[in-house]
């Protein structure tokens, strides 16, 4: 059983294109992220939600929107797609209840090419 | 502000050599602190947390809030190790920073 499932695990699509990608997850947990990893493997915080709200909102261009439909559930959707918005796109989640606060779990991430 | 700082953006190492890879962080209040590792190409998996002072593959990693610093150790280096290692810094918000990441390159 797959923690934290995203899809596709790759994509390839073209400039000016709308895509969206898919984050579910069975632990239970009611805090949702979604990261963006760079050419240079740096990792860099986008979104985040706690039970189907959004909490955190990083400086990212209003051409991402995320959308949580449950808490266990986080989708990211891209319009317009830009060459920049190539990188690995990586959701995760954890658990904000007081005691059981820990690390993230990953999911396997998303390679999106856009050429 | 929460900041997390890798010094070494590569260790090359040979196999059996100690291994230290380096992290130093910025908060005001008492972090949460970890180290993640990414082998190649796949997901980010927790190694360590310095709550559960634990060792793992025999990495381990100590807290020192006077020096600001949560570097990770290991005393013979596997090749099998390479990897991409992050040290990653939760605060009071909950969100997780990352550093800028460590390749380690452990040759035979």
């Known amino acids: 059983d797959t923690a934290v499932s995203q899809t596709p695990k790759y994509l390839v699509t073209q400039m000016g294109n709308d895509k969206s990608i898919k984050c579910e997850q069975n632990?239970?947990?009611?805090?949702m992220y979604w990261y963006k990893q760079d050419s240079k493997k740096f990792l860099k915080i986008m979104f985040s939600?706690?039970?189907?709200?959004?909490?955190i909102n990083e400086t990212v261009p209003n051409r991402f929107s995320p959308k949580s439909p449950d808490k266990a559930h986080l989708n990211l959707h891209i319009n317009s797609l830009e060459l920049g918005d190539s990188a690995v796109y990586f959701c995760?989640?954890?658990?904000?209840?007081?005691?059981?606060?820990?690390?993230?779990?990953f999911g396997s991430g998303t390679r999106l090419t856009v050429v | 502000a929460q900041r997390v700082t890798q010094p070494e953006k590569l260790l090359s190492v040979f196999k059996g050599a100690p291994v230290e890879l380096k992290c130093n962080y910025s908060?005001?209040?008492?972090?949460?602190l970890f180290w993640y590792v990414q082998y190649s190409r796949q997901r980010l998996q927790l190694l360590l947390r310095?709550?559960s002072r634990e060792s793992i593959k025999g990495f381990t990693a100590d807290l020192n809030k006077g020096e600001t610093s949560f570097h990770l150790k290991k005393p013979f280096a596997q090749e099998e190790d390479s990897a991409m290692y992050y040290c990653?810094?939760?605060?009071?918000?909950?969100?997780?920073?990352f550093g800028q990441g460590t390749t380690l390159q452990v040759k035979p």
């Open positions: 908060y005001s209040g008492s972090p949460e």
């Open positions: 939600y706690n039970n189907k709200e959004l909490i």
């Open positions: 310095h709550i």
């Open positions: 995760a989640s954890s658990s904000a209840k007081t005691g059981v606060r820990g690390g993230y779990t």
């Open positions: 632990l239970g947990h009611d805090t």
């Open positions: 990653a810094l939760r605060g009071n918000t909950g969100k997780l920073i």
